[in-house]
């Protein structure tokens, strides 16, 4: 895939619809996601965010019940099309969950298990590499370093949560989701991961679902505010929050509802 900053769009969601059984979450929802910027998704708890973001890597095929319709493209193909292969889209497109979740193995073996089963590194010498670099975009090499052998789970949470996101660009994706990722964290470790997604966006596309509305103004270059399974409004970030359009976009980022 191309690595071109010219890509102005690196994904693009138009008329998705998303049941599960009976019931409707997302009606009809289309956005752009521009390449190589932070595209915030925010709402009240049970908008639609989390489903939507899952769409986006097919995550929700997992879920017996849920059906997707629409189209979802990256990089102008359609995600959705038979012939996908979804481990394949899956390493394109990263996710890193609210609670951090690392492999009960060492710190080392976290990050190396993505490049090992997907056949990315031809010798050890390269798969270090490849360690050492994620540990280090991620921000958390010069703390490890001299651990790699130490399980994954012995890390604080904030470091966990570093450890996922290593783990998530060693296999060198194109766009990394991000559902809440400093929500089980406390504000030094959240502080952290936000400066890792400023240094992260220069080489990779992100969408961070988050509750803080603080976190959407600190961190995204754009926004969407979603509301029942709809996008209310989406645009620049500056815009949204200080000359939003809706109404209903006022009072959920002036905390009438939420």
């Not at 099309?81 to 976290?110: A, C, E, T, W």
């Not at 590194?121 to 270090?128: A, C, P």
């Not at 509305?213 to 754009?222: N, W």
Request: hydrophobic residues 35%; glycine residues 6%.
């Amino acid at each position: 895939m191309s690595d071109d900053k010219e890509i102005k769009n690196r994904m693009t969601v138009r008329r998705l619809n998303v049941y599960y059984g009976d019931k409707q979450a997302l009606f009809d929802v289309k956005l752009n996601i521009p390449n190589k910027n932070v595209t915030a998704l925010i709402g009240p708890s049970g908008c639609g965010k989390s489903t939507f973001l899952r769409c986006l890597n097919r995550m929700n095929d997992v879920i017996e019940e849920c059906k997707v319709e629409g189209k979802v493209t990256l990089d102008g193909e359609n995600i959705y099309r038979n012939s996908v292969d979804v481990v394949l889209l899956r390493q394109k497109i990263g996710m890193v969950f609210q609670k951090p979740n690392p492999f009960p193995k060492s710190i080392y073996d976290n990050v190396a298990y993505g490049p090992r089963i997907h056949g990315l590194t031809k010798s050890k010498s390269e798969l270090d590499e490849v360690v050492e670099k994620s540990l280090s975009r991620a921000g958390l090499w010069k703390e490890v370093k001299d651990r790699l052998n130490e399980m994954g789970t012995s890390l604080s949470g904030g470091q966990q949560q570093r450890l996922c996101i290593a783990r998530a660009i060693a296999v060198k994706p194109e766009v990394i989701l991000m559902d809440e990722p400093c929500s089980a964290l406390d504000p030094i470790a959240t502080a952290k991961i936000e400066e890792l997604i400023e240094e992260l966006k220069r080489k990779f596309t992100i969408v961070i679902v988050t509750h803080s509305m603080q976190q959407a103004a600190r961190v995204s270059d754009y926004t969407a505010f979603f509301h029942l399974g709809k996008i209310i409004e989406d645009g620049k970030t500056k815009k949204i929050f200080g000359e939003p359009k809706s109404k209903q976009t006022k009072d959920y980022i002036s905390g009438k509802f939420g």
